[in-house]
């Protein structure tokens, strides 16, 4: 049976973090409808248990398959971390995911120290760990915890004194131990890109992989042969289980367009 290939790309993350990969998505692929989902009113999910990750982010895989998605793209490093695998056993939809760049990293770094942001919980991972012995033998990798961090970024809080504060206590460890390159392994962070980079300066190169996630989408949907065909611009549809105003003002400051956003239904 064909499919329709312009039924939506499922986008998901524990709230509004992952719209920095839906803005990456929609430059390299702007014919293709995206469904983006906010799971705010759960957020943070990076203290939560692996058993609650894997419960929830089934449910909303479950929900953009009823919405007809036909791809799903992991854009939480926290949900990768934990329950990539078993969702990828428990559907048939093709699944994209996010992961902190420790392979570019490394390929870049020239003082062999850098460092890695994310979530306690993406920290903590068994995958991390297998990414670290995979791609960076002889590289020292610096984990940086940042408990509280995506949750400025879901209050819409991006450049108050806390939050330089919150990053100076972060990071000037790392860069006191040599780092020149580093990860944002939280789609949360990209907002706070340009106070990262002067806090670190000019010589600490940052990746942000939404550009490589967005190709990689690319190409799995060229692959399958499920690249859109309209020949107009794609719609945008959000929706979140945050309350309805406050996901619309937040949404809408970080994309820098006026969003309507619908409730995830529960
Ligand atoms: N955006 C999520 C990630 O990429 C993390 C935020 C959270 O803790 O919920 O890991």
């Excluded at 990071?171 to 789609?187: E, R, S």
Aim: with cysteine.
């Amino acid at each position: 049976m064909d499919v329709d290939v312009t039924r939506p790309i499922g986008i998901l993350d524990s709230g509004v973090g992952g719209l920095s990969l839906l803005r990456a998505i929609q430059a390299e692929l702007p014919r293709e409808n995206l469904l983006y989902v906010a799971d705010s009113g759960y957020a943070p999910y990076g203290d939560k248990t692996p058993a609650w990750i894997s419960a929830r982010s089934a449910q909303v895989v479950s929900y953009l398959v009823e919405q007809q998605c036909k791809a799903v793209v992991i854009a939480c490093n926290t949900i990768t971390a934990v329950a990539v695998s078993e969702l990828r056993d428990s559907f048939t939809i093709p699944i994209i995911a996010i992961e902190p760049a420790i392979k570019p990293a490394v390929a870049m770094t020239q003082s062999g120290v850098i460092a890695v942001m994310a979530t306690t919980r993406t920290l903590h991972s068994e995958s991390l760990q297998l990414l670290r012995k995979r791609y960076a033998a002889g590289v020292e990798v610096l984990f940086v915890p940042c408990p509280g961090l995506a949750d400025k970024v879901e209050s819409g809080d991006l450049h108050s004194s806390d939050v330089e504060q919150l990053l100076r206590n972060l990071l000037m460890p790392a860069l006191c131990k040599g780092m020149d390159t580093l990860v944002l392994g939280c789609t949360h962070y990209p907002f706070l890109l340009d106070s990262i980079q002067r806090l670190v300066g000019p010589a600490v190169q940052i990746i942000d992989p939404s550009a490589a996630v967005a190709a990689e989408v690319g190409r799995r949907l060229r692959a399958l042969d499920l690249l859109s065909s309209q020949q107009t611009q794609g719609a945008l549809a959000f929706c979140s289980s945050a309350t309805p105003d406050n996901a619309r003002n937040i949404m809408s400051t970080l994309l820098g367009q006026s969003l309507s956003v619908a409730a995830l239904p529960d």
